[in-house]
């Protein structure tokens, strides 16, 4: 939006809030919508950055139908859309895919090692034919168009109740098996943290800091030997929590600098709402895929690889805790070692993580320092109200 771009985001709520995007809410480049992309939605737009999903395992976990139609439904509705009015899609997936890996680092040509039917595949498996889907209606099969030309101009019908190309079905008819001709990116995200994630996420990172703010116990699933690599959404300080701003201001329509040939973007979200910034790491990495000619799956992470038990050791000396640490029975499926190779992002995005991860973590803390101080400050206790008597009447109870 500070670069004149206009966009639209699209969310249900279902774990995200509106808080998350208060600061946006008046400028004149900025529509917020809520609704849920299992329905069908038709606006116009040039680009689609289809983040839609719950990303958390207790999230997901916790309605795994609701996660699955979000991640095949609601990804047939927005190709729908693209394929409609000539955009551009994105794909939010995740390095989920490759399940509990058996390569190490993740490249993008390793298929990976999923459980099918454990606790994790509702998103997992959900991501995984996300892809599947982009990539059926990027492909253009010539000979099938032909045939299917041909059939119409004979007056039969198309080849296996496929239409040519240029028309829709409705998802999941006979008439939308091809869908060919959008342009599509996917990027594989690891592990990310950073201001505006919920409090009660249950990921690592959040839950960790929490504990170690409240002086609770910081809790380690099995021998926390296993290891992740975090990487910082964004470098932006742009952010508020409650209705206090933490520099700098919101931007307003009157600094905003416009661009020649500004996009129309729309943003199906479930997450953080975040802003876009001028220097960032994930949103950086999301924007110069989106802008690429790259179609193939780009893994978008930080190669730097810490055992969780390290993790929580680092979150309690910035925290500056006197938390123990916790060890609970290990989780089913939980992955062993996850490291992303981006080579690929280096090579073809000139993407890397420049944000620290002491630094990006230093910033979370202050988050939610801040947003732990505006729940004290802002719990509303119900009180119960008179009743209202009238005169001459007496009142039974």
Not at 190 to 212: E, K, Y
Request: glycine residues 8%; aromatic residues 8%; neutral net charge.
């Amino acid at each position: 939006m500070m670069d004149g771009h206009e966009v639209t985001v699209v969310d249900n709520f279902f774990t995200g809030r509106k808080r998350n995007v208060e600061h946006w809410i008046g400028h004149e480049n900025f529509e917020l919508i809520n609704h849920d992309v299992v329905e069908p939605l038709y606006i116009e737009v040039d680009q689609i950055y289809h983040l839609a999903s719950p990303a958390s395992p207790p999230s997901y976990m916790y309605n795994p139908i609701k996660t699955l139609k979000t991640n095949t439904i609601g990804t047939l509705n927005m190709l729908g859309l693209a394929k409609r009015v000539g955009a551009r899609l994105l794909l939010a997936s995740t390095s989920e895919v490759y399940g509990d890996p058996e390569v190490h680092p993740q490249t993008e040509d390793y298929w990976g090692h999923v459980n099918p039917i454990g606790p994790r595949a509702c998103y997992d498996e959900g991501k995984r034919v996300a892809e599947t889907m982009c990539y059926a209606y990027m492909k253009q099969p010539p000979d099938l168009i032909t045939e299917n030309r041909a059939s119409h101009q004979d007056g039969k019908a198309p080849v296996s109740g496929r239409k040519s190309r240029g028309t829709c079905g409705a998802p999941g008819s006979p008439s939308s098996v091809l869908q060919e001709g959008v342009e599509v990116r996917v990027a594989r995200i690891f592990n990310t943290f950073g201001p505006r994630m919920h409090m009660n996420d249950g990921r690592v990172v959040s839950n960790f800091i929490l504990q170690a703010l409240q002086g609770e116990p910081l809790t380690v699933y099995g021998s926390g030997s296993q290891t992740r690599a975090f990487q910082y959404v964004r470098t932006s300080e742009i952010y508020k929590v409650g209705n206090s701003a933490l520099s700098p201001a919101q931007p307003s329509a009157s600094t905003l600098p416009q661009k020649a040939d500004p996009r129309r973007h729309i943003i199906p979200s479930a997450n953080t709402g975040a802003s876009s910034a001028p220097s960032s790491d994930l949103v950086n990495g999301l924007v110069a895929l989106m802008n690429s000619n790259v179609s193939s799956p780009v893994n978008l992470g930080n190669p730097e690889e810490h055992t969780i038990l390290e993790f929580a050791e680092l979150i309690k000396n910035l925290v500056g805790s006197g938390s123990e640490i916790q060890f609970l029975s290990e989780a089913q499926d939980d992955p062993q070692k996850r490291k992303p190779d981006i080579k690929k992002a280096k090579l073809m995005l000139g993407w890397e993580p420049v944000v620290p991860l002491e630094e990006g973590l230093n910033k979370a803390i202050h988050y939610f320092r801040k947003e732990l101080e505006y729940q004290a400050n802002n719990q509303y206790i119900p009180k119960p109200k008179p009743a209202r008597i009238k005169k001459g009447r007496t009142r039974h109870t």
